[in-house]
């Protein structure tokens, strides 16, 4: 069973996790070992999404952007993030914008994945792209706005899909928001 696999994966064994947690959150962005790909192309299979993840070489940019948002964020969610957010990875083909998932050795601890393009799109053409993916080969369109278009950079567009994905790593503390980890429960729609 595919989902057993997944339980059972080197990704939720503590010792995975070892060099990745004495960093401090600005530092956490990485590139996905081959454990961490393996385990997303099955988990998309688990899921019946179609992309296969792909490892990719994160570059100055994206670090860059990464360091920008985690120091804006308030100092409360940055100790969160210190404490319950054990890494970033940046993979290219994800099936998705962004995915948070749990640790089974970490029972309050998560990870993040985000596909390259987040780090391509401007804040307001990332909104419109996902707001219109639903409708794609159809003739409804729709144009979505959430930065003022002097504000709309691609570190906007990443600071909103990170807290997005933040707020997972926040349900993985409080359970009664969501049981977003279950193993029967699918992840929900790609990001």
């Known amino acids: ?8 994966s080197v990704i939720h064994k503590e010792g995975f996790w070892k060099k990745y947690q ?8 990485f590139e ?3 454990e961490l790909v393996d385990y997303l192309v099955r988990d998309n299979k688990v899921w019946g999404y179609p992309a296969i993840p792909k490892a990719y070489a994160i ?3 994206e670090r860059e952007i990464f360091k920008k948002v985690i120091g804006e964020f308030p100092k409360g969610l940055r100790k969160m993030m210190k404490e319950n957010m054990v890494a970033v990875f940046v993979v290219e083909n994800l099936g998705s914008s962004a995915l948070t998932d ?8 998560s990870f993040m994945v985000f596909d390259r393009k987040v780090f391509q799109k401007k804040a307001n053409d990332w909104c419109t792209w996902k707001e219109n993916t639903p409708f ?7 144009k979505c706005t959430i930065r003022s278009p002097k504000e709309s950079g691609i570190k906007e567009a990443f600071q909103y899909i990170f807290a997005h994905e933040l707020a997972h790593v926040f349900n993985r503390q409080n359970k009664e928001l969501l049981p977003f980890w279950d193993d029967d429960l699918p992840k929900g729609f790609p990001s």
């Open 136 to 142: 794609k080969g159809s003739e409804v369109s729709l």
């Open 102 to 109: 749990g640790i089974r050795a970490f029972p309050k601890k």
């Open 59 to 61: 570059g100055k940019l």
């Open 1 to 8: 069973d595919l989902k057993e696999v997944q339980r059972n």
């Open 22 to 29: 004495k960093l401090s959150p600005k530092e956490r962005i």
């Open 32 to 34: 996905a070992p081959a």
